[in-house]
């Protein structure tokens, strides 16, 4: 009926579209239409549900190591579950074999226990400690009790401050529960042990244990980290949280923390939690991560990755966690002030886009845009979801644009919103009472390239490609007789991929510091470097940075909002006039299919378990194994040159405050910049050395303000 009544149809292009391809369409229709007369061996009485072969299904439960799984199953069919044994790891000595279920989980109560455990822990020089606290906020959370453990199956919880808790009592009480040592006696004893340099402190993200001890004046140390002896070990291929390690190389579920805490409203902090299931719950963590050390220790020599857990992971910890305590003064008034103008601003573009709609509606309804753009206003390219609105997500807004000053002015007004939302209205809610300033916290081992994230909150994503964006990092300032100074490494990716790739091109126009978008849009485009325009360059540079990341022809075309063909041609032109690079990218992917991984400069090792996929998968997969050496050798200079660096300022009055991708931030006397950016930039500009002699020199650019958008 469409086709038949094409003319019908009021748009030109849409209808033209119908009538020149009603013969393909017709076809299509017919491809896609279901053959009712293909014979089945089967009637709707064989599909009708069955419970499951009980054998059948726990073998295959089994035979997939779902292990949590396997026994909710067991349980519901009346099944004993299957014994499913953790994964072996080649050549691992044989942690002792004592089932969680026997082991010995006992509360310390009072101060000669607690000796009794410190002389034990004197015996063997290694201890498993963890913390258990209030809260995830570090910088305000309680130190509620501590757990330690040198044995498998032996462990014990000291705890310090649980209150009693009557059922009949909505809020519980304020009282201490009986069978505590007072928090000031646990800590005496303790103290010596925990800073003593001969007993290594074993724990599960160390950093967040650290910080808490800190908090009660204990500097702990030193340190292994479970969680990152993993995370050298096993990055890109699974989590590396203490459960997930627990099940899949214990065998073993941990105790749930929900449970004990609630949900919601009623949910409780752990010093409400009754001492008899707080203890097995904590006892139990301490434990676990004894046995996931006992069995990964011996492994990283191994798998040729202790150099990297040595020297780039295990020391960056005491590094972060003492950045994440000074954290860093913001101005609630500025932002406060963002907020109002951001407010105002958007009222201002919600008007002209009523203007342009025709109407009011909610701008912030994608259902409601959906509808205007395409049925009102009759927008081509409209996609419907599975709930039966539009697609209105920015990369339909942005081919929008082209057509109509509405989706631009949408953008526009989003931008604004997240802006606002994200940035001043959040960041307000983030500054700590007592310091007046905002503590960032950061994740060691969440990329698998090695670079670090920050959240709580994430002060990495502040866009600074608007005015609007640039203008938030006004806010962060500087204390009373302080300056913030910012250094910056240069193009550092792409001067480790001029090394690693080989690019003679590109090796000496670092060299000679030339322009390298600039002498990239010279080479393909043929244009002098002494006639290079603004747009030139921008494309360049676009490609440059694309191809690093295995942009493809159609995600630089919509970049640079040119023809698919054109943007394919630059590309192309490109590994013409740089032919290094497309031998570095079939080369690394030949390395990753071959041995499932790829290593940075510096050894880390990024496991790429996608490798061998098929379909979109396996694209993806491939551009990640291509960008991991080049993202992770720049990851692992930064790590170097943040462990390097509270040594070569110590006798100058700064302090380094954040790490932004390439950029280091600090916090300075007036009257010691100069001598601050003198000894940052030497370490951050030889932090390869010794293990790697890079063929191009890495620059660092440094600046210097009452604020971080001046000092950036």
Not at 133 to 145: F, P, Q, R, S, W
Not at 176 to 186: N, P, S, V
Not at 195 to 202: V, Y
Not at 514 to 540: C, K, N, Y
């Amino acid at each position: 009926a469409l086709l038949d009544r094409a003319e019908e149809i009021k748009q030109p292009k849409r209808r033209q579209t119908l009538i020149d391809n009603a013969d393909q369409i017709r076809l299509s229709r017919k491809l896609v239409q279901l053959d009712e007369d293909t014979p089945l061996d089967f009637t709707l009485d064989d599909l009708e549900v069955r419970d499951p072969d009980p054998d059948k299904l726990l073998g295959f439960l089994a035979e997939m190591e779902f292990r949590t799984l396997s026994k909710r199953v067991a349980e519901i069919l009346g099944k004993e579950a299957p014994v499913i044994e953790a994964p072996a790891v080649p050549d691992a000595p044989a942690v002792a074999d004592i089932p969680f279920e026997t082991a010995e989980y006992v509360q310390v109560s009072d101060a000669a226990a607690l000796q009794a455990w410190i002389d034990q822990i004197y015996e063997f020089g290694y201890v498993a400690v963890d913390t258990e606290t209030t809260g995830l906020d570090e910088m305000v959370a309680e130190l509620v009790g501590i757990s330690l453990c040198v044995e498998p199956g032996k462990a014990c919880y000291i705890p310090l401050i649980h209150k009693t808790h009557s059922g009949d009592d909505l809020f519980g009480s304020d009282d201490l529960a009986e069978g505590q040592i007072a928090t000031e006696e646990a800590l005496r004893l303790l103290t010596p042990m925990l800073e003593d340099p001969a007993i290594m402190k074993i724990g599960q993200n160390m950093k967040y244990d650290s910080k808490i001890f800190a908090q009660v004046g204990i500097k702990v140390a030193p340190i292994d980290d479970t969680m990152l002896m993993s995370y050298v070990m096993h990055a890109g291929l699974h989590g590396h949280g203490m459960d997930a390690l627990s099940e899949r190389y214990l065998g073993h579920t941990p105790i749930p923390i929900k449970p004990l805490l609630g949900s919601g409203k009623s949910a409780i902090t752990f010093d409400k939690v009754p001492l008899e299931q707080a203890v097995p719950y904590a006892a139990e963590d301490a434990d676990i991560t004894l046995r996931l050390w006992q069995l990964f220790k011996p492994q990283l020599h191994r798998v040729q990755v202790t150099r990297v857990y040595e020297t780039l992971e295990r020391p960056l910890v005491p590094v972060l966690a003492a950045m994440e305590r000074s954290g860093i003064k913001v101005d609630r008034d500025t932002l406060s002030r963002m907020s109002n103008a951001f407010a105002q601003k958007m009222a201002g573009l919600e008007d002209e886009i009523y203007e342009l709609a025709g109407r009011k509606f909610n701008v912030g309804s994608p259902k409601q845009l959906g509808e205007i753009l395409f049925d009102e206003m009759g927008l081509e390219g409209g996609k419907k979801g599975k709930t039966g609105a539009y697609a209105t997500g920015a990369d339909v807004l942005e081919d929008l644009a082209t057509e109509h000053d509405l989706p631009g002015r949408i953008l526009d007004w989003r931008q604004l919103s997240k802006l606002k939302s994200t940035y001043t209205d959040a960041l307000q809610d983030h500054i700590n009472k007592d310091t007046g300033r905002v503590h960032t916290s950061y994740s060691i081992a969440g990329a698998s390239t090695g670079r670090l994230a920050s959240t709580d909150p994430n002060l990495q994503n502040i866009p600074i490609r608007s005015e609007e964006g640039r203008r938030i990092r006004e806010a962060f300032v500087a204390e009373e007789g302080k300056v913030l100074v910012a250094l910056d490494y240069s193009q550092i990716e792409l001067r480790i991929l001029a090394h690693i790739a080989d690019i003679p091109q590109l090796k000496q126009a670092f060299k000679d510091g030339i322009d390298i978008h600039a002498l990239t849009a010279s080479e393909m485009f043929g244009v002098p470097l002494d006639e290079m325009t603004p747009d030139i360059r921008r494309q360049a540079k676009a490609i440059n940075f694309g191809v690093i990341y295995g942009i493809s022809g159609f995600g630089l075309a919509r970049n640079l909002r040119i023809p698919r063909a054109e943007a394919q041609g630059f590309i192309d032109r490109y590994f013409e006039r740089f032919p290094g690079i497309r031998t570095y990218m079939d080369d690394t992917k030949a390395f990753a299919k071959e041995h499932g991984y790829v290593q940075t400069l510096f050894g880390r090792k990024i496991n790429t378990p996608e490798i061998a996929a098929k379909g979109p998968r396996a694209g993806f997969a491939q551009r990640a194994a291509i960008n991991a050496p080049i993202q992770g050798t720049a990851a692992d200079v930064i790590r170097r040159a943040m462990i390097r660096m509270p040594d070569a300022i110590k006798d100058i009055p700064a302090t380094m405050l954040l790490q932004v991708h390439d950029e280091l931030l600090f916090e300075v006397e007036k009257g010691s910049e100069d001598a601050l950016i003198n000894a940052a930039r030497d370490v951050m500009e030889n932090a390869s050395e010794p293990v790697v002699k890079l063929d191009v020199k890495l620059t660092v650019d440094a600046g210097k303000g009452a604020n971080w958008a001046e000092a950036h």
